[in-house]
């Protein structure tokens, strides 16, 4: 029709460019998602084999009677450096075993979700950290043994204790760190401050003046005041007298009762954080 500018072969070729990308993007997930999958399902049987390979034995060798510390893999004669690998393998396994579970439960299900792909990525260094913290908390504080004779490893320090709690912690990491957090506020724990009483006024004795009164003596009867107590009358500070925490005895200006009106009278508390009290008028009649 004259005047349609409408190209339907223009429509019909970016419906398709879009299409494709949409389905090259689709691709790419897919890819990603499998090569997760793949690297959960190697990196439990890496931390397996590495576990393994670094695992202490006794053994004595020919001609000596102490036996000594062995593995397949001897990369060090320190029993403490030992230990803490294991902890730290121990972790990593458990971290690794939990993270796989996760995505086969939700990859089976069809919901796994993409942007949760850093957390299956962050799941191992988490977990091998809390290890690592546990280790050092229960080392520290409740395993004091000394480790100089490597010999008596596999009696002082049970290697399968250690690699459980790694374990375990890498598994449970939520667990594991709400538990670090009870124990750093149980160590850290300070006092708790009583709480102040804020003062405050039940009423005034006499309950009005009148103008020019030569009685200045004003009781102010209430609940939270101590010897520290200020009270003012307007926006000015008076004398007062500290009786009990329920009186304090205040002396009037001259100027206070010069002409009728209403005169704010507050009670400020002395110590730190008791506040203001609220305000109770004392009318001044004429």
């Not at 793949?38 to 060798?61: E, N, R």
């Not at 299900?109 to 988490?126: D, F």
């Not at 375990?168 to 724990?189: N, P, T, Y």
Request: net charge positive; proline share 7%; glycine share 10%.
């Amino acid at each position: 029709m004259a005047g349609d500018t409408t190209n339907p072969t223009g429509s019909n070729q970016q419906a398709q460019s879009l299409d494709a990308e949409t389905k090259a993007a689709l691709a790419a997930e897919k890819r990603r998602e499998r090569m997760l999958g793949v690297y959960l399902l190697i990196l439990p049987i890496l931390f397996t084999c590495l576990l393994v390979a670094i695992w202490p034995s006794p053994f004595t060798p020919p001609g000596k009677t102490v036996p000594e510390i062995r593995s397949l893999w001897n990369f060090t004669d320190q029993v403490e450096v030992r230990l803490l690998m294991i902890v730290l393998v121990s972790g990593a396994l458990g971290s690794a075993v939990s993270a796989a579970r996760t995505y086969a439960n939700f990859h089976g299900l069809g919901r796994y979700e993409p942007s949760w792909t850093w957390w299956y990525l962050m799941k191992v260094p988490i977990g091998m950290g809390l290890a690592l913290f546990l280790y050092m908390v229960v080392r520290g504080g409740l395993f004091s043994a000394s480790l100089s004779d490597s010999g008596a490893v596999m009696d002082t320090a049970n290697p399968f204790g250690f690699a459980a709690l790694g374990a375990l912690a890498g598994m449970f990491a939520k667990e594991a760190s709400d538990k670090l957090e009870e124990i750093f506020k149980a160590v850290f724990r300070t006092a708790e401050k009583p709480p102040v009483a804020r003062p405050k006024i039940d009423k005034l004795d006499p309950a009005a003046k009148k103008v020019r009164d030569p009685d200045l003596t004003l009781k102010v009867i209430g609940s939270g005041f101590d010897d520290k107590s200020t009270v003012k009358v307007g926006d000015k500070k008076r004398d007062s007298v500290f009786k009990n925490a329920g009186l304090l005895v205040v002396t009037l200006s001259p100027e206070d009762l010069e002409r009728p009106g209403k005169l704010p009278v507050v009670v400020v508390a002395g110590t730190q954080g008791g506040g203001t009290s609220a305000a109770v008028e004392l009318p001044v009649a004429g």
